[in-house]
């Protein structure tokens, strides 16, 4: 099958490569003149596990392109895939405006019947919008499709070709058969294949993200609690995860979520809700505990220190919003910098991949290195904020004699308490006793 992909981010480029490996020809189109060059050199502009192999894969065997002509590319695709940009807008909605100007674009460059994807994820009505553009710019017919990417950084490969759901929006029988047959592949060993209208498609993913972001504000809540009475939240975790009908995923206590879809996910649900004249109360509760979440870590070090941290330098390790990215949208790691450093105090970081984004985003107010060890050196305490698998059985020994004060700050629960006293750190963890003195 001839499929085009207009936008090489994250989900654009994963989207593209997989279906590429799949054996369809794909070209993947982009308006950025920079990043096309950097690709068709083979260079990746995100960090994703396998992804550049993939690429490297797909571009030899002649079944993967990339370009800016989109006019060339739609015209001889049959299936055309949006997947640009749909950032929060100024009032928590989503921002069409980039799928807008696509829709147009493709529109003009159509030179026969279409199936249009949408793959970015948009809000209930999208998919209406984007045919009324289309048809009303061509006089050939068009099916526009939602389907929603479920796509976790880190694990995006696995996820897209080995899907626990596919999920197709289309009231076209026609759309619906081009679809399965497009995403048999990977639905081989029985994993469903959903075909619903499309509102409902587009309410299943931000439904999904509402859902989960629910669960992990639920537990750093309950973290709080279990702190103030004496629980331990792990085996709370335990207990809780054992129901099947609760199940153990996203049970894991922190210092909140960040990324580029939990945060403008849930606030574009709740615009949606507040357009529709429905408040969502729950959801506004979630994007405040979560916003609280990431303030947790820094207060257990200013309860540690005090509120003039000046003269105190802090290890962090772990600088993007989760492990096997570079992405730092949102990470609750900006937020706890932001709090040291305006009471004075110095910060040296490592991240395994995120150390260039991070100095574009959080920028010469902190230090980054380029080794763990060497951040920790003559710090008052270490932070641990992203649980990178690295980070989880570091040399204590050599840690304790670098740091300039025994303390562990563990915004992931990645250690605990019995390992820091074997070590003699005073540790302090989320939802666990406080600290412990040796």
Same mark, same amino acid.
């Given at each position: 099958m ?15 490569t997989c ?8 070209k ?7 990043k096309?060059?950097?690709?068709k050199?083979?260079?990746?502009p ?8 993939l690429?490297?894969?797909n571009?030899?065997?002649?079944r ?8 060339s ?27 807008k ?12 019947p279409?199936i249009?994807?949408n ?10 919008l984007?045919t009324e ?24 490969i ?14 076209s ?9 497009l ?10 294949l959903?075909v619903m ?6 309410l299943?993913?931000y439904?999904?993200n509402? $859902?989960?972001a ?5 537990m750093n809540?309950?973290s709080r &609690? +279990? *702190?103030? =009475?004496g629980?331990?939240? %792990? ?6 995860g ?14 909140g979520y960040g990324g ?6 849930i ?12 408040d969502?109360?729950? $959801? ?5 505990v ?5 303030r947790? &870590? +820094? *207060?257990k =070090?200013?309860?540690?220190? %005090?509120?003039d941290?000046?003269?105190?330098r ?15 949208r ?8 932001e ?7 110095k910060?040296?970081?490592?991240d395994?991949?995120?150390l260039e984004?991070a100095?574009?985003v ?6 980054y ?5 060497e951040?920790?050196? %003559?710090?008052s305490?270490l ?32 250690w605990?308490l ?16 406080g600290?412990?003195?040796?």
């Amino acid at each position: 099958m001839k499929i085009t992909v207009v936008g090489t981010g994250y989900v654009g480029l994963v989207t593209g490569t997989c279906l590429a490996e799949s054996g369809n020809q794909v070209k993947c189109v982009d308006n950025d003149t920079a990043k096309i060059s950097c690709l068709k050199d083979g260079q990746i502009p995100i960090y994703e596990p396998g992804l550049e192999e993939l690429v490297e894969r797909n571009v030899k065997g002649q079944r993967l392109s990339f370009t800016t002509d989109l006019k060339s590319a739609v015209a001889e695709s049959t299936v055309t895939f949006i997947a640009v940009g749909t950032p929060q807008a100024a009032d928590g909605s989503c921002d069409l405006t980039a799928v807008k100007i696509v829709a147009g674009e493709i529109a003009e460059a159509m030179q026969g019947p279409q199936i249009v994807v949408n793959k970015s994820t948009v809000p209930v009505g999208t998919a209406e919008l984007v045919t009324e553009i289309i048809q009303s710019k061509t006089e050939f017919s068009v099916e526009v499709v939602s389907n929603p990417e479920f796509l976790k950084e880190g694990a995006a490969i696995d996820d897209f070709m080995k899907p626990d759901r596919v999920v197709i929006g289309t009231r076209s029988e026609e759309a619906a058969r081009t679809m399965r047959e497009l995403y048999s592949p990977f639905v081989r060993t029985g994993k469903p294949l959903m075909v619903m209208d499309p509102p409902s498609a587009e309410l299943t993913k931000y439904a999904s993200n509402a $859902l989960l972001a629910t669960k992990i504000s639920f537990m750093n809540e309950l973290s709080r &609690l +279990s *702190e103030k =009475v004496g629980a331990d939240i %792990g085996k709370v975790r335990q207990g809780m995860g054992a129901d099947n009908r609760i199940g153990p995923h996203f049970l894991f206590p922190g210092v909140g979520y960040g990324g580029s879809c939990f945060p403008k996910d849930i606030r574009a649900l709740s615009q949606l809700g507040k357009e529709n004249g429905i408040d969502l109360e729950i $959801l506004g509760s979630v994007d405040s505990v979560n916003d609280s979440q990431k303030r947790v &870590l +820094s *207060e257990k =070090v200013v309860s540690k220190f %005090g509120e003039d941290l000046s003269g105190h330098r802090f290890a962090f390790w772990g600088l993007a919003f989760k492990p096997k990215t570079d992405d730092m949208r949102e990470a609750p790691a900006i937020v706890i910098a932001e709090e040291l450093v305006k009471r004075g105090a110095k910060i040296c970081a490592h991240d395994p991949e995120a150390l260039e984004t991070a100095r574009e985003v959080i920028g010469d107010s902190i230090e980054y290195c380029e080794d763990p060890y060497e951040a920790a050196k %003559g710090a008052s305490a270490l932070l641990l904020i992203t649980e990178w698998n690295e980070y989880r059985g570091p040399d204590f020994d050599r840690l304790r004699g670098l740091l300039k004060e025994p303390v562990l700050f563990d915004g992931r629960n990645v250690w605990n308490l019995n390992l820091a006293e074997k070590h003699q750190f005073e540790y302090y963890g989320i939802g666990t006793r406080g600290s412990c003195d040796v």
